[in-house]
């Protein structure tokens, strides 16, 4: 189970390296005029597969009784990880115009401080 703690706390790592990138390439994608192209939807839809199977390590660490430093507000933070990109999805329709790129970054830098927020919750004790 030691390993799956660390691999728990690496993946929380990547994720979060992984939503700030994507969220500083959609603002500099948005900047240089650019749209939504194949490579960046492919990098969107990574985003919350990675999330679930965070979270999907999470649910496996409390079943065996090791989440006990979790709080609530790491449950939370650890939900919109997972929704934050369908959810800008559902409500763009799907477009993926230049102004997308603008929506779709700023979700991504709040992803991605979500994801701090979560590994703070249990790292630092923080609420």
């Not at 790592?13 to 994507?22: D, E, K, S, W």
């Not at 969107?44 to 649910?59: E, F, T």
């Not at 939370?76 to 115009?97: E, H, M, Q, S, W």
Request: hydrophobic share 55%; glycine share 14%.
């Amino acid at each position: 189970m030691e390993a799956l703690i660390k691999i728990h706390g690496n993946l929380a790592t990547a994720v979060i390296l992984f939503n700030l990138i994507l969220g500083v390439w959609g603002l500099i994608k948005y900047f240089r005029r650019d749209t939504v192209d194949g490579n960046y939807a492919g990098g969107l839809a990574l985003s919350p597969i990675l999330g679930a199977v965070q979270m999907l390590l999470g649910l496996v660490l409390i079943v065996n009784g090791l989440g006990g430093a979790a709080r609530l507000v790491h449950f939370l933070y650890g939900v919109l990880v997972v929704i934050n990109v369908p959810a800008a999805f559902a409500f763009t329709r799907g477009r993926d115009d230049r102004g997308m790129l603008l929506i779709y970054g700023a979700v991504l830098l709040f992803t991605s401080a979500c994801g701090v927020r979560a590994f703070i919750s249990v790292h630092a004790g923080g609420i």
